[in-house]
């Protein structure tokens, strides 16, 4: 058996399933702000909400973002 990867922040390294917020922009924005994909794959991986930011304020002009919200009451500790 292979060991699966691990999905993470391409920038910072924060595992996915750790995310506060799936962002997510038009393509032709994530196509500027995107990581430089590695030779021989067809994408360079994700960013958490906080890379985004980071990135798409280099960026002219306003980015346009949806947020995903998932709230997990028991990651939360509350009862619901
Ligand atoms: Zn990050």
Redesign the pocket.
């Known amino acids: 058996m292979g060991r699966q990867a691990m999905v993470a922040?391409?920038?910072?390294?924060?595992p996915y399933e750790t995310f506060d917020l799936d962002v997510v922009v038009p393509d032709e924005q994530w196509r500027d702000i995107c990581p430089t994909p590695p030779s021989g794959d067809s994408d360079g991986g994700i960013?958490?909400?906080?890379?985004v930011i980071?990135r798409g304020s280099k960026l002219p002009g306003v980015v346009v973002a949806r947020l995903h919200f998932e709230f997990r009451g028991v990651r939360a500790g509350l009862a619901v």
């Open positions: 922040c391409a920038d910072c390294g924060r960013l958490c909400g906080a890379c980071c």
